[in-house]
């Protein structure tokens, strides 16, 4: 998670720097306004957890004194499911760095339920809605040898897609003793669009646990047990994650960014991220 929130403050801003940019733009002259930069969630049965800080110039120079800097720990930010509301607490969690998480008390996620998230910083008020959809339910998960290899090979999922209703996909891998939190999976987002209504069968490919230094290593290893995370998400969570990604993968580099948009979820004046619901089914996977 706190890699993850490094590339929320470094990446986002660059990408969209360099998309404006003209070939006869001088980066040196380019000005760089700091934007508010969001990265909250809320899980079915776990409470919502809203990081704020403020991003930097791709060109900036960063060091972990830097980024404790950039981190906003004076909003007021709440969350409400329409009946009932609760301001968070800003609390230490070293899970993230710098160490600091605004958490509900008493407030949790429940399936079905639409979550308004409410910032006010300095007179301004950032805005954002999501729904914490039905968990999907994996009909079989299993491990594959790659061929000519031992013991690396690659997980699969297969589910049974619900027909008639449009369904968007998130899918989260941690290694057992090895890895310390829930990885995203590689290109982790997916909507139904080709397989609506259908079985599908998909990889589960072990994603970077650091987004600055992508690793091509997507395997798996016999002797490792695998948590999995399946994950339904709505709409305009979906969106930010799936052309996040895009720049992050397929082009693999903010000076060759494809141009497009990454398409935030958070109204309000000058404001980066995602306030994301998550309907979540855990599973655990031993690996012979």
């Known amino acids: 998670m706190k890699h993850y929130r490094i590339l929320l403050l470094l990446v986002l801003p660059a990408l969209g720097l360099l998309n404006g940019c003209t070939p006869e733009t001088d980066l040196d002259e380019?000005?760089?306004?700091?934007?508010?930069v969001v990265d909250g969630s809320i899980e079915n049965g776990q409470q919502p957890r809203v990081v704020l800080s403020?991003?930097?110039?791709?060109?900036?120079?960063?060091?972990?004194?830097?980024?404790?800097?950039?981190?906003e720990t004076t909003a007021k930010v709440t969350v409400s499911d329409g009946e009932?509301?609760?301001?968070?607490?800003?609390?230490?969690?070293?899970?993230?760095f710098p160490p600091?998480?605004?958490?509900?008390?008493?407030?949790?996620?429940?399936?079905?339920?639409?979550?308004?998230?409410?910032?006010?910083?300095k007179g301004k008020r950032y805005i954002a809605t999501t729904t914490i959809p039905t968990p999907p339910r994996l009909d079989s998960i299993w491990f594959e040898l790659v061929p000519g290899k031992d013991s690396l090979g690659y997980l699969y999922g297969r589910l049974s897609?619900?027909?008639?209703?449009?369904?968007?996909?998130?899918?989260?891998?941690?290694?057992?003793?090895?890895d310390d939190r829930y990885i995203p999976m590689y290109q982790s987002a997916v909507g139904d669009q080709y397989f609506n209504g259908k079985r599908f069968t998909f990889s589960i490919l072990r994603g970077p646990d650091?987004?600055?230094?992508?690793?091509?290593?997507?395997?798996?290893?016999?002797?490792e047990t695998v948590l999995i995370k399946a994950c339904s998400i709505d709409r305009g969570h979906f969106d930010f994650w799936r052309t996040l990604e895009r720049e992050l993968y397929v082009v693999g580099n903010p000076f060759a960014s494809s141009g497009n948009d990454i398409l935030s979820n958070i109204d309000g004046d000058n404001v980066l991220g995602v306030w994301g619901g998550y309907g979540s089914t855990y599973y655990r996977v031993p690996i012979r």
């Open 30 to 36: 380019l000005q760089y306004t700091p934007k508010l």
């Open 54 to 71: 403020h991003s930097a110039s791709y060109f900036d120079n960063i060091d972990s004194a830097s980024i404790r800097k950039l981190m």
């Open 84 to 96: 009932r509301q609760e301001v968070l607490t800003l609390k230490p969690n070293e899970g993230f």
């Open 100 to 121: 600091y998480v605004y958490e509900a008390n008493t407030l949790r996620g429940e399936v079905g339920k639409t979550y308004t998230l409410t910032i006010d910083l």
């Open 161 to 178: 897609d619900p027909p008639d209703v449009v369904n968007y996909y998130r899918v989260f891998t941690q290694r057992q003793n090895i």
């Open 210 to 223: 650091d987004f600055t230094n992508v690793v091509d290593d997507l395997y798996f290893s016999r002797g």
